[in-house]
């Protein structure tokens, strides 16, 4: 077992507070006026002020070690995108042009392909059926 201690001060750009921690003290304790998670084994433990899609988008880039971490949200349409190392939440692509490398992209909540073309190269070319 890991088990980290924290303490300090931090401060957003306007030079608000917005996390402030000490360990170690008797008056140990957390103060945060900012959304936030803490532990993480498969799910994630203390969670605060966070929706449950930020919840899914936190998960997701935790269990793949930061592979996928970029979120694309909303329509887009005759586009050219990559897939790899992005989260598609509830989105909506047409007429767009995709690109698969790796493999390494999720997708939450609906969404749609519509009238896309899809190119796989590297290792995702290798996995094709």
């Known amino acids: 077992m890991f088990v980290t201690t924290l303490t300090g001060t931090f401060y957003n ?5 917005v996390f402030s921690a000490n360990s170690g003290e008797q008056d ?3 103060e945060a006026n900012v ?4 532990g993480f084994t498969g799910g994630l433990g203390l969670v605060q002020g966070m929706s449950k899609e930020e919840i899914d988008f936190a998960r997701i880039v935790l269990s793949s070690r930061g592979a ?3 979120p694309i949200r909303g329509h ?3 586009k050219e995108i990559t897939m ?5 939440i509830n989105a909506r692509l047409t ?5 698969v490398h790796t493999g390494d992209f999720a997708i939450s909540g609906p969404g749609a392909f519509e009238h896309c073309e ?3 190269h590297d290792a995702a070319k290798r996995s094709e059926i």
């Open 13 to 17: 750009k306007k030079g608000e507070l």
């Open 28 to 30: 140990e304790c957390i």
């Open 35 to 38: 959304k936030g998670a803490f």
């Open 68 to 70: 996928i971490h970029e």
């Open 76 to 78: 887009l349409d005759a």
């Open 84 to 88: 790899d190392g992005k989260i598609f």
């Open 95 to 99: 007429n767009c042009k995709i690109y």
């Open 118 to 120: 899809f190119f796989f």
